[in-house]
T-cell receptor
Framework: ETGVTQSPTHLIKTRGQQVTLRCSSQ?????VSWYQQALGQGPQFIFQ???????GRGNFPPRFSGLQFPNYSSELNVNALELDDSALYLC?????????????FGPGTRLTVL | GNSVTQMEGPVTLSEEAFLTINCTYT??????LFWYVQYPGEGLQLLLKATKADDKGSNKGFEATYRKETTSFHLEKGSVQVSDSAVYFC?????????????FGQGTTLQVKP
């Protein structure tokens, strides 16, 4: 069974650029959630996708957007990058979106904005 | 809104010492509660969970009991090992809506010395 994978591992961008992060969910999982983890902080919920539809969004501006594909993999897009966007971006997959469902996390993508 | 507060770290213990990491939460109704662990350079792994009041979650010698009356979910282990050194996150999900989004505390770093 393949776990959650994310690409790339590390990324360096400059202010104003756009970035796309990718996530492959664990086999059989139909729900993907994205989190932003600033250095020394707990992860913050960005949004969740269930069967290709956005299903819940945290307190992030519209320049954070996403997609989920028919194979349940997902992308996180961030436009007009700001310095504060520098963080570890975590993807998590689960089977369904119930509050008790275990979410399986990928290793993350470390984004640095200069 | 819902929130999670953890004791500040770092926590430094000698091998075989007793561990307690305090976690309290604010939420309406009955959320599900989780402890996740993050080893250096890795993503988050679920350590244990509890989905209703008075439930005890346990795994790998770690335990936590869902206390509705004190809104707490403290993590304990009777005898820590060097391999337990990691960052521990308390989190909740629910109870309103069905997104299953996780709200994390800020994390507690545990360092165990031989």
């Amino acid at each position: 069974e393949t776990g959650v994978t994310q690409s790339p591992t590390h990324l360096i961008k400059t202010r104003g650029q756009q970035v796309t992060l990718r996530c492959s969910s664990q086999s059989g999982h139909n729900t993907v959630s994205w989190y932003q983890q600033a250095l020394g902080q707990g992860p913050q919920f960005i949004f969740q996708y269930y069967r290709e539809e956005e299903n819940g969004r945290g307190n992030f501006p519209p320049r954070f957007s996403g997609l989920q594909f028919p194979n349940y993999s997902s992308e996180l897009n961030v436009n007009a990058l700001e310095l504060d966007d520098s963080a570890l971006y975590l993807c998590a997959s689960s089977l369904g979106m119930g509050q008790a469902n275990e979410q399986f996390f990928g290793p993350g993508t470390r984004l640095t904005v200069l | 809104g819902n929130s999670v507060t953890q004791m500040e770290g770092p926590v430094t213990l000698s091998e075989e010492a007793f561990l307690t990491i305090n976690c309290t939460y604010t939420a309406t109704g009955y959320p599900s509660l989780f402890w996740y662990v993050q080893y250096p350079g890795e993503g988050l792994q679920l350590l244990l969970k509890a989905t209703k009041a008075d439930d005890k979650g346990s795994n790998k010698g770690f335990e936590a009991t869902y206390r509705k009356e004190t809104t707490s979910f403290h993590l304990e282990k009777g005898s820590v090992q060097v391999s337990d050194s990691a960052v521990y996150f308390c989190a909740l999900s629910g109870p309103s809506g069905n997104t299953g989004k996780l709200i994390f505390g800020q994390g507690t770093t545990l360092q165990v010395k031989p």
